[in-house]
C-alpha cells in the first residue's frame, strides 16, 4: 500500500465542522456531571496586558501561575509554567488554554499566538497522574471532563483561523504535542525529543495523534505509534511533524521578530521564521534510514503479523534497531497496541471523537461510551 510523502512544510489541518457535525455533537454531549454546553461559549476572556498569570476559573493558590499570558502588540505568548513537572498539562492549564484561544479568536486585535514551556520541556503530556489519583478516589468525572476539555482544546488548535507558532524546545511528549502539532507552525530544535509511549502505559496515542500520525511518510506513524519511537527534532522536521528547525540558540531572536508581527497572513509568519530556519541532517542511526523496512514490516494487517515480520528481518539482519523495537513491542500492551493500530490505519477526521469514546471506555469509570470503528 503506497502512500505519499509529505514536505516537511505541511500544514495539518481540519476541515472546520459546522455544528450539526458529529464532531461537535459528541462534544456537546454531555457526560454526566460534565459541562452541557460548547466550552467556547461559557469561558471568560483572558487578560489583556503586559506578563500576568491566568487562573482559570475557580482555581487557587499555586494553580493560578500554571500558564502565563505575555501580551506584545498584536501577539499573545502563552508559556507553560510547570518546568519541575516539565510543564505536563493540569486541568488549570487546559482550562486556561481554551479560554485564551476561544476569547483571541474573536479578538481583532490579536493576529499571531506563540507557545513555549519554561524549563527544559516544552511538555511532557497530560497529567493524567491527577485523573489516577481522582479515579482512586472515586472520582471519574475529574478524568471524563479533563479529557473531554483536552480533546477539544486540540481540535480547536488544529481548526484555529489564526496562524499558531509552538517553539518546541526539549520535550514534547503525549499532550505536548496535542497543543502544538495540530498549529500552523511547529519549530523544533537540536534538543527536542518527541514521543507518543502511550502504549507502554496501557494507553494509547490519544489527542489525535491518528490524524497526523496517519500522514507520515509510509507506514513511520505506525511505527512511532506502537514502538513509542522517541524522534529528535530532525527527524521530526524530515517527516513533516515539524514545519521548521531553528538552532536553539537562535530561538529568543525568532521570538523577537514574531512578536513585532501585525498581521496574520501566514505567508509572513512563515517567511519570518524561514529567515532563522535551517535544514537538518538526519543522524545516520536515524530511524528514517530504516524506511524500507518499517514499511515492509508495519504495513501489516495486525499487530502479531507486524512482530512476526520484525522477527523474520532479524535473520537477514543484525541491526540492534529490529531488535530493540521487537522489544519496545513485547513489552507494551497487546490491547494498547491494537487499538493504535486500528486508530491509525482509519485516517479519521473524527480522531477526537474517537479517542474520548476509547478513553471512557477503557477507564475503571461508573459511565461508558458506546465505540463504534
Known amino acids: 500500500m503506497a502512500r505519499g510523502l509529505p514536505a516537511a512544510t505541511t500544514w495539518l489541518s481540519y476541515p472546520r465542522p459546522t455544528s450539526s457535525s458529529l464532531l461537535v455533537f ?80 474573536k479578538d481583532d486585535g490579536v493576529k499571531l499566538l506563540i507557545m513555549k514551556g519554561k524549563g527544559r520541556a516544552f511538555c511532557a503530556g497530560g497529567d493524567v497522574a491527577a485523573v489516577v489519583r481522582a479515579i482512586n478516589n472515586g472520582s471519574w468525572k475529574y478524568g ?4 473531554r476539555n483536552e480533546f477539544l482544546l486540540n481540535y480547536i488548535i488544529a481548526t484555529y ?24 507552525f511547529r519549530v ?12 507502554a502505559l496501557g494507553l494509547f496515542p490519544d489527542i489525535g495523534a491518528s490524524y497526523f500520525l496517519s500522514r507520515l511518510p509510509g507506514f513511520y506513524g505506525e511505527y512511532v505509534a506502537l514502538a513509542g519511537a522517541r524522534l529528535d527534532g530532525a527527524e521530526m522536521h524530515a517527516c513533516g511533524l515539524a514545519t521548521h528547525f531553528v538552532q536553539i ?27 532563522f530556519a535551517q535544514q537538518p541532517s538526519l543522524k545516520e542511526n536515524s530511524s528514517l534510514n530504516r524506511l524500507e523496512i518499517i514499511n515492509k514490516c508495519f504495513s501489516k494487517r495486525t499487530v502479531e503479523e507486524i512482530i512476526s515480520a520484525l ?40 480522531c477526537s471523537k474517537l479517542y474520548y469514546n476509547l478513553t471512557v471506555y477503557v477507564c475503571p469509570w461508573e459511565y461508558s461510551c458506546f465505540i463504534v470503528f
Request: hydrophobic share 40%; aromatic share 4%; charged share 20%.
Open 26 to 105: 459528541l462534544l456537546r454531549r454531555p457526560v454526566p456531571g460534565s459541562l452541557q454546553r460548547h466550552p467556547r461559549a461559557r469561558l471568560p476572556a483572558p487578560p489583556e496586558e503586559g506578563m500576568a498569570s491566568l487562573p482559570p476559573a475557580g482555581a487557587a493558590g499555586a494553580d493560578s501561575d500554571q500558564l502565563l499570558v505575555e501580551a506584545n502588540d498584536s501577539t499573545r505568548t502563552l508559556i507553560l509554567n510547570r518546568p519541575k513537572q516539565l510543564n505536563a498539562l493540569s486541568s488549570a492549564m487546559i482550562m486556561g488554554l481554551l479560554r485564551c484561544f476561544t476569547a483571541y479568536e
Open 144 to 147: 471524563a471532563d479533563f479529557f
Open 161 to 184: 483561523s489564526k496562524p499558531q507558532v509552538s517553539l518546541l524546545a526539549g520535550i514534547v511528549m503525549g499532550g505536548g504535542a496535542g497543543v502544538s502539532l495540530h498549529g500552523r
Open 188 to 199: 523544533v530544535t537540536e534538543n527536542t525529543v518527541f514521543a507518543m509511549p502511550e502504549t
Open 249 to 275: 540558540n537562535r530561538l529568543p531572536s525568532l521570538e523577537e521578530s514574531l512578536k513585532k508581527v501585525d498581521t496574520s497572513n501566514p505567508f509572513v509568519v512563515c517567511g519570518i521564521i524561514d529567515q
Open 311 to 350: 522477527e523474520q528481518e532479524t535473520s537477514n539482519s543484525a541491526d540492534e534497531w529490529i531488535a530493540s523495537t521487537i522489544q519496545s513491542l513485547k513489552k507494551a500492551s497487546p490491547t494498547s497496541l491494537k487499538i493504535s493500530l486500528r486508530s491509525v490505519s482509519l485516517r479519521n477526521y473524527l
